[in-house]
């Protein structure tokens, strides 16, 4: 896709005291800079201010960043390298923000000329006949980034340019480079333009983009045209596809100057943190149920029974969130409807129709439909094949039992397992309110410590203590403390030996 603007999106609309005319960039002391020079330029300001350089991408400070940084000031055009979900368009987008906020163009020039250094003839002829009067116009950095999803029916004129039929039917000239109409690549001159997935262009489509790299013009259809473009070329390739000979022609890999590998979250806090920056979530999701989702992500990831070349992408971690606190908010809003009340089940609800409404919050158990949800997300090995739930559901567990551990190792959780010894039953499920819940559990000790070590709070609501209870239950039966067995209809039932 090109640059996009949404129909009630309005345009950026340039401050008032800019310069309006080619004299008036003179006077103002203005100096033509090349797109390289710009993001440079920009790029050291904010290292010197201190500024966040790349608002927004997580986990790459340290590895990526100082690479893609020593590219930008080299001038080098990159390509980045990594499987899928990785965050390499993000970044790629994030560079437009180092680019001036506005920069002088020639008003109606689909090449975004500047001013002091106009490419076309009829450009040339404008400001050599019109002077210091010459009417000049502002470009937002918003419009100068071009970005193309590479698809094998991609063509050379979509990228480049072709001839108008329109303009020769006019009375033109095929030597007339009014002639031509130019494709993204040329409309994003003192930009920035992006190539997603470029090992699915066709090799001899991308052959039309060696002049772009080397020579920095461009080539239509034989025209003796030398356009000298002004662009900072980047590009994302899966290394699967990037090294399978044939797929990139060598020439074209020899002229990106940098080769910058992305990567996955290193460790469990960088994962939570993408989670937390990214999903959009309908519901509360309490912190040790993000970090169950964030350790199943890490485990799908290195499982034996996925295929490694294919990744599992960070979206897989934000969907499992977004699901998650799906599952809380369909729970509260099936507890205050005509089939159940606010606190089905409860002795409380009895007769009293002042109680409050359940309130959406995750828990552990609302995890189980991610197995089934997203598993199209997961490209498994083929000998997984009808197992895809059965492993998920096995890596799930896994995490759980791990985040357990981790959040509550040496606490003492007997009270649980005393209350179960002494014949009680408790059953949860996605249908079971947080009072019923906690009826049922009544006062143990040690709860409150456990809630604590959640980071629920002094004060957790009714549907936070439940969160945290059913994840105590559930974290002994995996760790062999408690049985349990789910019924005909769904419903989880905790009690006896495991």
Known sequence: MGRVTAPNQALPVPPADLPGTLGALRAAGHRYQTVKQELRHNLLA??????????????????VLPEVERALLAGHDMVLLGERGQGKTRLIRALAALLDEWTPVLPGSVLNEHPLHP????????VAEAGDDLPIGWLHRSMRYGEKLATPDTSVGDLIGDVDPIR?????????????????????????????????????????????????????????????????????????DYTNRG????????????????????????????IRQ???????????VLEVLARFARAVRESPSVDPRSGVSARFAIAAAETV????????????GPAGSPAA??????????????????????????????????????GEEGREIEVLAHLLRAATAETFRARLAGLDLSGFTALVAEGAMIETGE????????????????????????????????????????????????????????????????GGRS
């Open 345 to 382: 089940g409860s002795a409380s609800a009895a007769g009293d129709a002042t109680v409050r409404p359940e309130s959406p919050v995750a828990r552990v158990g609302d995890a189980v439909s991610v197995t089934s949800t997203l598993r199209g997300k997961v490209e498994f090995e083929s």
């Open 168 to 240: 020769i039917a006019q009375g033109r000239t095929l030597g007339d480079p009014e002639t031509i109409h130019f494709g993204l690549v040329p409309r994003t001159n003192r930009g920035i333009f992006a190539v997603n997935e470029l090992p699915d262009l066709a090799e001899r489509i991308q052959v039309a983009l060696l002049n772009v790299l080397e020579e920095r013009d461009i080539q239509v259809r034989g025209y003796q045209l030398r356009l000298p473009l002004d662009l900072f070329l980047v590009a994302s390739a899966n290394p699967e």
């Open 119 to 126: 490419l076309t003839p009829s450009s040339r002829a404008l």
């Open 278 to 288: 990214e999903a959009d979530l309908v519901a509360e999701v309490p912190e040790h």
């Open 431 to 494: 249908l079971v309110s947080s009072a019923e819940l906690l009826r049922q559990v009544g006062t143990v000790p040690g709860l409150a410590k456990a809630l604590d070590r959640l980071g629920l709070g002094d004060a957790p609501t009714p549907e936070q203590a439940a969160a945290g209870v059913e994840f105590v239950l559930e974290g002994l039966h995996l760790t062999r403390r408690l049985g349990k067995d789910v019924t005909d209809s769904g419903r989880t039932v905790y």
């Open 325 to 336: 606190a799906a599952a809380a908010l369909r729970r509260a809003g099936l507890l205050a």
């Open 46 to 63: 904010r290292m010197r201010s201190g500024e966040d350089r790349f608002p927004g991408i997580v986990g790459y400070d340290d590895s």
């Open 247 to 274: 797929r990139i022609i060598t020439p074209l890999k020899d002229r990106f100057g940098a080769e910058v590998r992305t990567h996955y979250p290193v460790d469990l806090e960088l994962e939570l943190a993408l």
